[in-house]
């Protein structure tokens, strides 16, 4: 039961730029930071954001986040072929007391 | 660098117990301030997560699972658990461990400090399938 709400797809040609949006609420993403995993196809998750805009030793800075109220977006700029993947975001819950996903976006390169 | 990996039995029989295992290789599961996470993914379907544990045993669940599930953690062998009875096909899924990392954020004077979680190491995972 996913608490965030994803679009489930996003498309866009090389070189453009691809942005998801991810919804919660004030017991998740409104309190608490989020995060955005990769799942490249039949791979497991990669963390790609943290701490709603914090990108980890080796994730391209084409890949940014930023979060406003009980809203997170992922901005993917210079869109390239190996960006075709399934994006998620997660937050802890406070009112769950657990973390939650988002319902996923899969991104297609045109 | 740390490393997870997942392992248990591919099939399980409905209304019995799924055990799956995760080692943590590259590192000790003491060291640090890290829990560590079970999550699964039914197969074309998205993330859920099923519940973390802290080296010292606290646990935190997924409230829809919660009467079903137990992780537990054995520093000695370097690795963690988890334990899903009373399984159904609705458990079928891949089954991945991962590494939760707990930080503190100092703050600024446009924010308050704070402690954030994210999971930056995963396991590749493990497809349980529940059928007779």
């Known amino acids: 039961q996913s608490v965030l709400t994803q679009p489930p797809s996003a498309s866009g040609t090389p070189g453009q730029r691809v942005t998801i949006s991810c919804s919660g609420s004030s017991s998740n993403i409104g309190s608490n930071t989020v995060n955005w995993y990769q799942q490249l196809p039949g791979t497991a998750p990669k963390l790609l954001i943290y701490?709603?805009?914090q990108r980890p030793s080796g994730v391209p800075d084409r890949f940014s986040g930023s979060k406003s109220g009980t809203s997170a977006s992922l901005a993917i700029s210079g869109l390239q072929s190996e960006d075709e993947a399934d994006y998620y975001c997660a937050a802890w819950d406070d009112s769950l007391n657990g973390q939650v996903f988002g319902t996923g976006t899969k991104v297609t390169v045109l | 660098q740390v490393q997870l990996q997942e392992s248990g039995p591919g099939l399980v029989k409905p209304s019995q117990t799924l055990s799956l295992t995760c080692t943590v290789s590259g590192g000790s599961i003491s060291s640090g301030s890290y829990y560590w996470s079970w999550i699964r993914q039914p197969a074309g379907k998205g993330l859920e997560w099923i519940g973390r544990i802290y080296t010292s045993g606290s646990t935190n669940y997924n409230p829809s699972l919660k009467s079903r599930v137990t992780i537990s953690v054995d520093t000695s062998k370097n690795q963690f658990s988890l334990k899903l009875s009373s399984v159904t096909a609705a458990d079928t899924a891949v089954y991945y461990c991962a590494r939760l990392l707990k930080n503190f954020w100092s703050g600024s004077l446009d924010s308050p400090p704070y402690y954030y979680y994210y999971m930056d190491v995963w396991g590749k995972g493990t497809t349980v399938t529940v059928s007779s």
């Open positions: 701490r709603n805009n």
